[in-house]
């Protein structure tokens, strides 16, 4: 199975280069793994110790950024690499200051894994929630060196749990210990006979909650609101928008939205800005306007969202409406503002969670979506109630952290 694994990984690093001609997000994947070991040399020496962190995207990352503070706050003289799958992670996080090298991971072949771990020489490695990839996890197993899951969730679904998974089950005896978010996840791993398995929890509650102890403020933001109530749309789509336009274009002046769409590409954020009825401001034209006298503002950039959810009295956080699902709600939940999301959150416990203790509210159309908004603007006793339960689960589920901290110092 090995070999017919490694046979379709090598025939897949082909296809990849064809379809990067005609795909941007692609060519950015196959590119930005061509300087990888190169920058390798450049970054790390022999005489270097490391500790590896791998990421498939952007979410894994914010995941596991309280661990990684952590690892370099208790080994600061090791050099820290951050690796990521996906584009959608690394062009983000690229220029990150906690890691000392950040690269793409490059395709789990036999030799790129034999070179990078060589370049490398990690003491440790922790793979954030998931990513199983064999040759990587092998050369490691043969190399003696400690491999963690953190923040883990398996599924009864994943091939690891099926009568044909033996070959993926077999990738999972290589790590050391996991370090899992719930206890289905734990039974689920004991069942097919591993038991170096603890449930530390969800490390992005630690990272939320951190949150509260930064600067959030942000002058134009207050400028805007204006001290009105304020919806804060974060990480929307077209599914969202739609829905959300209709409420926006027939809502109370009294109220004051600001929408932080998911893609800032120009031509749909104008496309957004034309479909509202109401006085629209950008982010980027809000340099000697008087932003009070707005009802909308689009953030039209990247890296702020979090602030601004401290300004919200509601949230709205997309993705709901399409696959996977839902965004982190974890952002406006943390500052203590209900939140409203689409249909799709199953595969997100946290928003099942939430769901289900009344703090978040799904909505499946746009009769629902009208009905959360008017319930939370007009009643003052449910809004803050909702933000409460809100803020409380953030709370009570911290500490992921030091329970993965405390097993690897002990």
């Known amino acids: 199975m090995l070999f017919l694994y490694n046979i379709i990984t090598l ?117 954030i929630k998931y990513e199983y990839w064999p040759n990587y996890l092998n050369e490691l197993k043969k190399q003696q060196i400690k491999t963690y899951l953190i923040s883990g969730i398996l599924r009864e679904n994943q091939a690891f749990f099926k009568w044909y998974g033996g070959f993926y089950r077999n990738a999972l005896k290589t790590f050391d210990y996991f370090f899992v978010q719930n206890e289905s996840s734990k039974k689920l791993l004991q069942s097919i006979g591993f038991n170096n398995v603890k449930v530390s929890g969800d490390s992005r509650f630690d990272r939320v909650v951190s949150i509260l102890e930064r600067d959030n403020s942000l002058d134009f933001i207050e400028q805007f609101k204006d001290n009105k109530i304020t919806i804060v749309i974060g990480s929307s789509w077209p599914k969202d928008e739609t829905l959300l336009v209709n409420y926006i274009n027939q809502s109370s002046d009294d109220v004051k939205f600001i929408i932080a769409p998911h893609n800032i590409k120009s031509e749909q954020i104008h496309e957004l800005k034309n479909s509202i009825a109401k006085k629209t401001i950008l982010f980027s034209e809000k340099d000697n306007v008087d932003l009070s006298n707005s009802n909308v503002f689009i953030i039209d950039t990247i890296g702020i969202l979090t602030k601004i959810y401290s300004y919200a009295d509601i949230a709205y956080v997309g993705g709901g409406f399409g696959n996977p699902g839902v965004h982190n709600i974890l952002e406006p939940a943390t500052f203590g503002v209900p939140v409203v999301i689409g249909p799709n959150y199953s595969h997100f416990a946290e928003a099942t969670a939430l769901v289900n203790m009344e703090g978040c509210i799904s909505i499946k159309n746009q009769t629902q979506l009208n009905e959360a908004f008017d319930l939370l603007l007009h009643n003052e006793d449910e809004r803050l109630e909702k933000g409460h339960i809100c803020s409380t689960f953030v709370q009570m589920n911290k500490g992921a952290t030091q329970t993965i901290m405390n097993h690897i110092l002990d």
């Open 11 to 127: 025939l897949a690093a082909q296809l990849l280069k064809i379809v990067a001609l005609f795909s941007p997000k692609m060519k950015l994947f196959v590119n930005g793994r061509k300087t990888v070991f190169q920058t390798l040399a450049n970054k790390i020496q022999s005489s270097d110790k490391t500790i590896w962190f791998h990421a498939a995207s952007l979410g894994e990352y914010e995941q596991g950024l309280p661990v990684i503070e952590a690892i370099k706050q208790q080994f600061p003289t090791h050099k820290i690499v951050v690796t990521f799958f996906s584009p959608s992670g690394y062009e983000v996080r690229k220029n990150n200051a906690i890691a000392d090298v950040t690269v793409y991971l490059p395709l789990d072949t036999i030799s790129n894994a034999k070179q990078f771990i060589k370049l490398v020489h990690p003491e440790m490695v922790f793979f």
